[in-house]
């Protein structure tokens, strides 16, 4: 049996930051397979991207990984403890999307500590995390902003302090400059990067780009639902 795709040996991390493996996972949506038996394995602190095209199944990949699908078949652990069918508010993992998913209602430091309240932190203490956390992405005063008065580039910043604030133990960023120009994407990239690096957090990355793939720890090819060679 071929052992999973890796950048690090077993045995070296454990616990809530340890080891995230994905173990023979296969997702169908009708009779179209997404996902086809999918395995591997990032380590605590490490950098991971899945590269294909568009239709390869990348992001259900991802989503399974991060709580959002559950698979037909196989399963999820952190640190060894299967997570398969644990829902995403309960796992304690950040998420960053193409289309930067926040929220019109809320300005923008609300958006920020949204998750903080999630979490039973008191309103004085969330928002000045917040605050803390929109000046390290370079929005620091923006707060009672409303969010349709950014540009995308502010809202992805804004949606980078939202998945940092609250310290995840790993980060899933789906096409995270999807949405964005080419200047703007590499200033979000390279501050997503400079946060992930800082933080010391586990990162797994949808990406078609493979410029952006090649800055990361391990990089893992799908086509058709398959990690390829």
Known sequence: MTAAPRARSAGEN??????????????RFGDYTAVDNVSFEVGAGELLALVGASGSGKTTTLRIAAGYEVPDSGTVTLGGRDITRVPPERRGF??????????????????VAFGLAA??????????KARAALASVGLEGAGSRPIQSLSGGEQQRVALAR????KPALLFADEPTGSLDFATGETVMALMFELNREAGTTLVLVTHDSDIAARCDQQLRIEAGRIRA
């Open 163 to 166: 998945a940092f604030v609250v």
């Open 14 to 27: 454990g616990g809530e930051r340890g080891i995230l493996a994905l173990n023979g996972v296969t997702r």
């Open 119 to 128: 979490r039973g932190v008191n309103k004085v203490d969330r928002l000045i």
């Open 94 to 111: 950040g998420m960053v999307f193409q289309h930067y998913a926040l929220f019109p209602h809320m300005p923008v430091e609300e958006n």
